[in-house]
């Protein structure tokens, strides 16, 4: 990032330092950056849920073992949005591939969390929660990030849908929406509420942070017309698995510049989370997976289109609890596995390569005879976008937010 | 432990145990509160939302029949006709009248125990709506799955689950080959699916505390292959069949236990360990204690119910009462946060009403994040507070109460509705804002988001 007035605030701040001290201070972006540009950061993480698909996603066309592990559902070379000698996206991909060319979208080919279970429910557990352990904490390591910031920078956290998923869950109450009809924030009613919910610990905090999201929305929504489609069902922030075509990927748009028409906004949230099911493709998977793809893709697009300028503030990741068997199964489909592709994407993001090593998919290298090998823990991903892009202190980092995390080292250089 | 007085014991037991009070029913059951949840286990099961219902077999024909008639369309080239339209239509229909049958049964019913009970045990063995095929049998699952065997055997339940169409279609076992099986030799292509046996383990039987490693799946997955669904074209359509031919032969090891080749006799010998495993027994006890008491339930009560359930091997009649006997189920403090649907049935029990048509009850659900018969993974429904207690979740229930209150309140005396829906429960905050309220709607919506009314 070339943003000029930071630099020359930068290098004044180093010829007055002298050079030892400038060395470590460029070496530090975070530190050197002041708060004001810090406090316009933005980080969206998107949970694709079910365990998603890396190797098609990122399909790694030219690894030489590729096509007889994956057979009827391998990707041919021609048919992949390419990215490198190696890898090509999928190609309802075309939004992130945009992205790509310019510089602004990256993959993590091999990425994985701690957890080896296989099991979705413990591996989401340990991917929202960010601990080494499953169920070790019943906060996730968002909402321990909004925790972290100094208080200059307090930032909001939001969901986009009906329920709170653990990542956003714990002692700052983060904000969730899903599209309705609105509520007026100061009409009797609410008030009377609030009242009564004065001693309940869930529901007071969780009232009061609704109130206020309600008093964005009607900005927000702008972007999304209109909030709940003609059958009165499908509604963007909980799109149904089975809402299929063009309305699903419009659908999906919506919702994407919906959370960007959220985080535009003056105090608006800027560390947000939205979740997207359907990613357990263990039969028929080459269907399945095009279809969410191309939802994904949408509410990417959505994001990107929607921030606008901000998106120069903004990283994006997309992350899913486990990847899956390298070898296609005998239904079409795939198991559950261990490494998958995370995509990183952002106005703030770094040109570069991919992200973490290619492990390759020659029979030794698989994990257990099985899976692609994770070369890269979750973790250090996420450490190094809240460290180098969000401004968190590091030792608060590996204090809280990702306790007992020292194996897995920081990805530095992303912003 | 002590137990609180028979006002609160009566409040509790119609509105923690059960679906909400409807109109009198915690004054009825306040001679014996205790007794009112007992008389409700029923040997027979729970009660069918349907009399006469179409089977899973029935669905799973009209389904096939509807998708050839979409891909005949579709090879003409014309994917929307109105015949298509119309059988999209119908099919829809039939799901949706199982759900609006099974919310007129927990509104109505006067056994709320019971069918709470049953709707425990439906989430517990997940099939979701997700799935175009299994969407259609997830009443049928209910009705000849979890009802008839909801006061019986764990074990039968686990095996009539495991052999369900539903079940075998919805965890992709349906189409799972043994590789060393006839079939599987011959293509070379087609092999095993490893999706229900993972899921029973984690998440029907032993839990995953239990430990078990990937071996012990991918052998469970053998033993269960063969276990599939008629087709159309065959004589048991859409019923369980054992299909020999992809069955995969020898004994199979998990577990530390070795199974010898018995055909079908394989994958149900080791249903019949699973379901009698001492891990099996602690993963049950503490799911009912969460789902019926507190999300960190006391360790007392999931031991009574590890007690029972072992002792009288997976008969979930007697675990159903050791629930209603335990001291630690009947604390007064409500700390269980009710799902919309549990929220939605109870708001029409207030009234002494049933929703009058699908749209009335799965449109509201649908904004509330719990889409009817579509949990999002075969893990069924959060039970924790956390999960459904969210900004966007409150502000969708108070407008959904908002709009509710205002075409019922004219029928209703407000300050009586919230004794007879709360009985002691109630509080005088809560109380006192009803009475203080402008509008008898007003009265009625503050009654419905009272923090008494949306826990239990």
């Known amino acids: 990032m070339t943003d000029c007035p930071m630099m020359n605030r930068r290098r004044v701040l180093a010829s007055a330092a002298g050079l030892g001290l400038s060395v470590t201070f460029l070496g530090r972006p975070a530190l050197a950056d002041t708060d004001s540009a810090l406090d316009k950061r933005k980080l969206v993480v998107v949970i694709c849920r079910g365990g998603m698909d890396g190797l098609s996603v990122s399909p790694p066309v030219g690894d030489a073992d590729y096509q007889g592990l994956r057979r009827g559902i391998a990707y041919k070379p021609e048919d992949v949005l390419k990215l ?89 109450q983060a904000a969730s929406w899903s599209p309705g009809k609105g509520v007026d924030e100061t009409a009797r009613l609410p008030t009377l509420l609030q009242d009564l919910y004065r ?68 105090g608006g949230p800027r560390i947000a989370a939205i979740s997207l099911d359907g990613w357990d493709t263990h039969a028929g998977q080459a269907g399945q997976i095009n279809t969410r793809l191309t939802y994904l893709d949408a509410v990417l697009s959505g994001l990107n289109t929607g921030l606008g300028d901000e998106w120069k503030n903004t990283v994006v990741v997309t992350v899913t609890e486990f990847g899956r068997t390298a070898r296609v199964n005998g239904t079409n ?36 005879n099985r899976d692609l090998a994770p070369t890269l823990d979750m973790r250090s991903l996420f450490k190094g976008l809240l460290a180098d892009h969000m401004g968190v202190d590091r030792a608060a980092l590996e204090a809280r937010v990702f306790a007992s995390s020292a194996d897995a080292r920081a990805v530095t250089g992303l912003v | 432990m002590s137990l609180p007085s028979k006002d609160m014991m009566a409040a509790l037991a119609v509105t923690r145990f059960g679906l909400g009070a409807r109109p009198g029913e915690i004054e009825t059951a306040r001679r014996d509160p205790r007794g009112a949840l007992i008389g409700q286990i029923d040997g027979r099961g729970a009660d069918q939302p349907q009399d006469n219902p179409e089977t899973s077999a029935q669905r799973f024909v009209a389904m096939r029949a509807y998708q050839e008639l979409r891909r005949e369309a579709r090879d003409d080239g014309d994917p929307k006709t109105v015949v298509v339209q119309q059988a999209n239509r119908a099919i829809r229909e039939k799901a949706a009248g199982d759900f609006l049958a099974r919310a007129r049964l927990g509104a109505g019913t006067p056994d709320g125990f019971r069918e709470r009970w049953a709707l425990f045990w439906a989430n517990h063995f997940t099939v979701s709506g997700t799935k175009e095929l299994t969407a259609v049998m997830v009443g049928p699952f209910e009705q000849e799955v979890i009802r008839p065997h909801a006061f019986g055997r764990f074990e039968d339940m686990l095996v009539a ?49 239990a430990g078990y490693s990937q071996t012990d799946v991918t052998e469970f997955a053998r033993a269960l292959t063969g276990f599939s669904v008629g087709r159309e074209t065959e004589d048991r359509a859409g019923q369980f069949v054992f299909r020999e031919n992809i069955h995969e032969p020898g004994a199979r090891t998990l577990l530390g236990k070795t199974y010898r080749d018995d055909e079908i006799g394989q994958g149900l010998a080791v249903l019949k360990d699973l379901a009698a495993h001492p891990a099996t027994a602690r993963h049950i006890a503490f799911k009912i204690a969460r789902h019926f008491v507190a999300d960190d339930p006391p360790p007392a009560l999931v031991a009574r119910l590890e007690q029972s359930f072992l002792k009288s091997g997976g008969r979930l009649d007697r675990v159903a009462r050791t629930l209603v006997e335990a001291p630690e189920a009947w604390e007064p403090a409500a700390t269980k946060f009710k799902t919309p649907y549990e929220f939605l049935i109870s708001s029409w029990r207030l009234i002494g009403a049933q929703p009058s048509a699908y749209e009335r009850i799965t449109v ?93």
Not at chain 1, 111 to 121: G, L, W
Not at chain 2, 192 to 202: D, M
């Open chain 1, 84 to 172: 490198d000698g190696t890898f090509g996206l999928h190609p309802a991909l075309t939004s992130v591939h945009a992205l790509a060319l310019q510089g602004q979208a990256r993959i993590a080919p091999a990425v994985a969390t701690p957890d080896r279970a296989r099991s979705h429910f413990e591996a989401q557990d340990v991917l929202e929660s960010g601990s080494a352990q499953v169920y070790a904490t019943t906060s996730g390591w968002l909402n321990r990030a909004l925790e972290a910031l100094p208080a200059s920078r307090k930032a909001q956290g939001l969901y986009v849908g009906a329920t709170t998923p653990l990542i956003l869950r714990g002692k700052v």
């Open chain 1, 199 to 266: 001693t309940d610990p869930l529901m007071g905090p969780a009232f009061a942070r609704g109130l206020e999201t309600e008093s964005m929305a009607q900005a927000a929504m702008t972007a999304m017309a209109p909030p709940v489609g003609p059958d009165g069902q499908a509604a963007p922030g909980m799109m149904a698995p089975g809402v299929g075509g063009r309305g699903g990927r419009d659908a999906a748009r919506k919702l994407g510049a919906t959370l960007a028409g959220f985080m535009v906004q003056d």
């Open chain 1, 333 to 368: 489909g795939t198991d559950h596995g261990t490494a998958s592709t995370a995509l990183v994407l952002g106005g703030a993001l770094k040109p570069g390569g991919i992200i973490g090593d290619w492990p390759g998919l020659a029979q030794p290298a698989l994990f257990e």
């Open chain 2, 161 to 209: 689950s495991t052999t369900h169409p539903a079940m075998l279609t919805y965890l992709d076992q349906a189409q799972s080959v043994g590789p060393g099986s006839l079939a599987g030799a011959r293509s070379g292509r087609r092999g095993l699916n490893e999706n229900l046996a993972r899921e029973i383990l984690e998440l029907h039987t032993i839990g995953i505390e």
């Open chain 2, 364 to 456: 509201p659900l649908i904004g509330l994040g719990q889409r009817g018969f579509s949990p999002p993974s075969p893990k069924g429904w959060s039970d924790m507070a956390g999960e459904w207690c969210s900004p966007d979740g409150l502000i969708k229930r108070l407008q959904w109460s908002q709009a509710f209150a205002a075409v019922v309140a004219d029928r209703l005396d407000p300050n009586q509705a919230a004794v007879a829906a709360l009985g002691a429960r109630l509080t005088a905050p809560t109380a006192q804002a009803v009475a203080r309220a402008e509008t008898r709607s007003e009265a009625v919506a503050l009654l419905l988001m009272s923090p008494e009314f949306q826990r239990r």
